[in-house]
C-alpha cells in the first residue's frame, strides 16, 4: 500500500526554521514528481513546490520563493521541505503529495495532478 507521511511540523519562531519530511513507502519514489501544498484556516489550499523524480528541477510559488527549499532522497524515499525566515502567515498544516510521473507538468496550485497524499504536519510561526 502506497503511503506518504509528513513529520517535522511544531512550532517555530518568525525568523525561524522547520524543516519538514515526506517518508514515502510501499512504492519506489524514483519515477515520482513530489509537491508540497499547504492550508491555513479559512483559506484555499496553496501550492507551493514541486521536485522532479530526479531532484534537477523545482519550482516554487512566490510565496516561498527564496526562503523555502525542496529536496529529495531517493535511495532513502524521502522528501524535504526546508523552511527558513519563517513568517506568521505560514502558519499552515503542510501536505506532500506524489504523482507518478516523472516532471512537475502541470502549475504549482492544480493539487488534481497528485493522486497520493499524506496526512498532513502543522506548521505554527509565533513570537
Known amino acids: 500500500q502506497r503511503q506518504l507521511v509528513e513529520s517535522g511540523g511544531g512550532s517555530g519562531e518568525p525568523g525561524g526554521s522547520l524543516t519538514l519530511s515526506c517518508a514515502a513507502s510501499?512504492?519506489?519514489?524514483?519515477?515520482?514528481?513530489f509537491g508540497w501544498f499547504r492550508q491555513a484556516p479559512g483559506k484555499e489550499r496553496e501550492g507551493l513546490s514541486c521536485?522532479?523524480?530526479?531532484?534537477?528541477?523545482?519550482n516554487y510559488a512566490d510565496s516561498v520563493k527564496g526562503r523555502f527549499t525542496v529536496s529529495r532522497d531517493n535511495a532513502r524515499n524521502v522528501v524535504y521541505l526546508q523552511m527558513n525566515s519563517l513568517k506568521p502567515e505560514d502558519t499552515a498544516v503542510y501536505y506532500c503529495?506524489?504523482?507518478?510521473?516523472?516532471?512537475?507538468?502541470?502549475?504549482?496550485?492544480?493539487?488534481?495532478?497528485?493522486?497520493?497524499w499524506g496526512q498532513g504536519t502543522q506548521v505554527t510561526v509565533s513570537s
Open positions: 521536485i522532479n523524480s530526479s531532484g534537477s528541477f523545482t
Open positions: 503529495a506524489a504523482e507518478d510521473y516523472a516532471y512537475c507538468r502541470y502549475s504549482l496550485g492544480y493539487a488534481g495532478a497528485y493522486d497520493l
Open positions: 510501499g512504492f519506489s519514489m524514483d519515477h515520482y514528481s
